[in-house]
C-alpha cells in the first residue's frame, strides 16, 4: 500500500467519529429537552443518558470567561491546534500505522465538538453519565459525549504506542 494512501487510509476513523458524534448529538437534541433525564440504562445507576450543554471545554474549564473571549479559545483555538496536528501528521515519517490511526480518531472527537461549539449555541451537546464511585471525590464523571470518548480512548492508545515504542528501542 503507498505511503499517501497509508496516510489517508485513518482519516475513515476521523470521518467514521465524526457521523457517529453528530448524529448522537442529533437524536438527543431532537428528542430530548436540555437537562432531561432519559434512561438508567442498566437499571444500576452506572450509566445514565442525560441531555446537558457545556459551554465551555473539558469539565466545563472556562465556564466562567467573559462571553467575549469564549469564541477565540473555545473555536479558533482549537481549529488553529487541530490544523497543526493535521500538518504534522502528513509531514511526519515518524508514526507508526497505529499512531497514525490514533491521531485521526483525536482529530474525528476534536472536529466533532469544534462543529458543536460553532452551530449549538446552547453550548456543546454531552449525554453519557458514568457512576464514578467516590473517586476523586465525584459521585459521577463529569458528563461527556462520543467525541470526548474518542478523544480520549485514541490519547491513551497514542500515549501507550509511544511509551512502548521507545521502551523497544532502547
Request: proline letters at 4%.
Amino acid at each position: 500500500m503507498g505511503g499517501n494512501v497509508k496516510k489517508l487510509l485513518p482519516f475513515l476513523l476521523t470521518a467514521f467519529i465524526i457521523l457517529v458524534d453528530q448524529l448522537s448529538k442529533a437524536w438527543i437534541v431532537r428528542n430530548y429537552p436540555i437537562a432531561s433525564f432519559i434512561s438508567d440504562v442498566f437499571d444500576n445507576d452506572l450509566l445514565w443518558i442525560i441531555h446537558v450543554r457545556n459551554k465551555a471545554v473539558a469539565f466545563s474549564l472556562g465556564d466562567n470567561l467573559p462571553m467575549s473571549i469564549r469564541p477565540a479559545l473555545f473555536v479558533i483555538l482549537p481549529i488553529i491546534l487541530l490544523g497543526a496536528v493535521a500538518v504534522y501528521y502528513f509531514r511526519s515519517k515518524d508514526f507508526t500505522l497505529l499512531q497514525r490511526w490514533a491521531v485521526a480518531g483525536i482529530l474525528g472527537g476534536g472536529i466533532g465538538n469544534v462543529i458543536d461549539r460553532i452551530v449549538r449555541p446552547d453550548g456543546v451537546v454531552d449525554f453519557i453519565s458514568v457512576k464514578f464511585f467516590g473517586i476523586f471525590g465525584m459521585d459521577r464523571w463529569p458528563t461527556f459525549n462520543a467525541a470526548d470518548s474518542a478523544v480520549v480512548v485514541c490519547c491513551i492508545i497514542l500515549f501507550l504506542s509511544i511509551v512502548l515504542d521507545k521502551r523497544e528501542k532502547t
